[in-house]
């Protein structure tokens, strides 16, 4: 856990101190989503604020596409080789991405509602029960008084033909403050192997970002990415199709989060360095429906 130790996240981009060369963010979404995962937990924050920069960018200039959903850059060896003792397959991995907006509540509202709060009461029917252990200090993480929070999640699910399925991952939550205003970045990954009833599927490894940009006058600009290695005996899932299903499971928690916000009230951020107000709602995010986890399997580079 990062303690900040001084009284701002504004001051932020000025303790990034050192010599070390900086690699330049990409600018086109099929890689800046990769990017942004390798970077999520960096010392040194330059990296990730500008690729965060090139995304709003991005975004905006190809909103309607990005509604809809890509497909994107696979993640390195280099980025997940980091995340854990583990060995990790990158090769035949793929990845989607999908944008949502709300014009009615910002990244802090958003975040808080999936870090607090019952998951299961926030995203109803995303999971059958769901256990989140805090690694760090969640109230200091909403003070703003630290830029990071650290999950871990162990995750129980029933799906048809796929059965009972019973996963446990790692999330780590970070602020960043951009010119526009407080950023949220989240990186997600499975810590083993799910264990799922039917054979005939295995879900080995799953990569999850997601990035709250402000947006408008209040509102919240959203990417969600997704890569999997998975194995299905009978993949047949058309291509179209595949996409479809993970694009709309991703779509789906946004609706779900907002309609708790609704019912329930906001978070309101904190002013400067002040104790956060409002209610605090939350939520968190592991695996996202299976079913689209294995139209994935189905997907190539969209042109």
């Given at each position: 856990?990062?303690?900040?130790?001084?009284?701002?996240?504004?001051?932020?981009?000025?303790?990034?101190?050192?010599?070390?060369?900086?690699?330049?963010?990409?600018?086109?979404?099929?890689?800046?989503?990769?990017?942004?995962?390798?970077?999520?937990?960096?010392?040194?924050?330059?990296?990730?604020?500008?690729?965060?920069?090139?995304?709003?960018?991005?975004?905006?200039?190809?909103?309607?596409?990005?509604?809809?959903?890509?497909?994107?850059?696979?993640?390195?060896?280099?980025?997940?080789?980091?995340?854990?003792?583990?060995?990790?397959?990158?090769?035949?991995?793929?990845?989607?991405?999908?944008?949502?907006?709300?014009?009615?509540?910002?990244?802090?509202?958003?975040?808080?509602?999936?870090?607090?709060?019952?998951?299961?009461?926030?995203?109803?029917?995303?999971?059958?029960?769901?256990?989140?252990?805090?690694?760090?200090?969640?109230?200091?993480?909403?003070?703003?008084?630290?830029?990071?929070?650290?999950?871990?999640?162990?995750?129980?699910?029933?799906?048809?033909?796929?059965?009972?399925?019973?996963?446990?991952?790692?999330?780590?939550?970070?602020?960043?403050?951009?010119?526009?205003?407080?950023?949220?970045?989240?990186?997600?990954?499975?810590t083993r192997p799910s264990d799922v009833e039917w054979d005939s599927f295995e879900l080995n490894d799953q990569y999850?970002?997601?990035v709250l940009l402000p947006y408008g006058e209040g509102g919240t600009l959203t990417l969600q990415s997704m890569w999997?290695?998975?194995?299905?005996?009978?993949?047949?899932?058309?291509?179209?199709?595949?996409?479809?299903?993970?694009?709309?499971?991703?779509?789906?928690?946004?609706?779900?989060?907002?309609?708790?916000?609704?019912?329930?009230?906001?978070?309101?951020?904190?002013?400067?360095?002040?104790?956060?107000?409002?209610?605090?709602?939350?939520?968190?995010?592991?695996?996202?429906?299976?079913?689209?986890?294995?139209?994935?399997?189905?997907?190539?580079?969209?042109?």
């Amino acid at each position: 856990m990062h303690r900040l130790s001084l009284p701002c996240l504004l001051l932020f981009p000025f303790l990034a101190l050192g010599c070390r060369s900086l690699t330049p963010a990409p600018e086109e979404l099929d890689e800046l989503c990769a990017y942004l995962f390798a970077h999520t937990a960096d010392e040194d924050s330059r990296e990730l604020e500008a690729g965060l920069t090139n995304l709003d960018t991005w975004m905006l200039a190809h909103l309607e596409d990005t509604l809809v959903g890509y497909s994107v850059t696979n993640l390195s060896d280099t980025a997940v080789e980091v995340l854990d003792d583990r060995n990790h397959n990158t090769e035949e991995m793929l990845g989607a991405a999908v944008a949502t907006i709300s014009e009615g509540y910002g990244p802090y509202a958003f975040t808080i509602a999936l870090t607090v709060e019952d998951p299961v009461e926030v995203i109803p029917g995303s999971h059958e029960d769901y256990v989140r252990t805090f690694l760090t200090d969640e109230q200091c993480f909403a003070d703003l008084d630290c830029e990071q929070l650290e999950t871990e999640n162990h995750l129980f699910d029933n799906y048809p033909i796929i059965g009972d399925v019973d996963s446990e991952n790692y999330s780590m939550f970070r602020w960043v403050e951009q010119d526009k205003g407080l950023a949220m970045v989240q990186r997600s990954w499975l810590t083993r192997p799910s264990d799922v009833e039917w054979d005939s599927f295995e879900l080995n490894d799953q990569y999850y970002l997601n990035v709250l940009l402000p947006y408008g006058e209040g509102g919240t600009l959203t990417l969600q990415s997704m890569w999997v290695d998975a194995t299905l005996n009978d993949n047949s899932v058309p291509e179209d199709m595949a996409l479809s299903l993970v694009v709309s499971q991703m779509q789906d928690v946004y609706k779900d989060v907002e309609k708790f916000l609704d019912a329930n009230g906001a978070a309101e951020q904190p002013r400067g360095c002040a104790s956060a107000g409002g209610r605090r709602g939350g939520a968190g995010l592991g695996l996202l429906g299976l079913l689209g986890l294995v139209g994935l399997l189905g997907l190539r580079r969209r042109r």
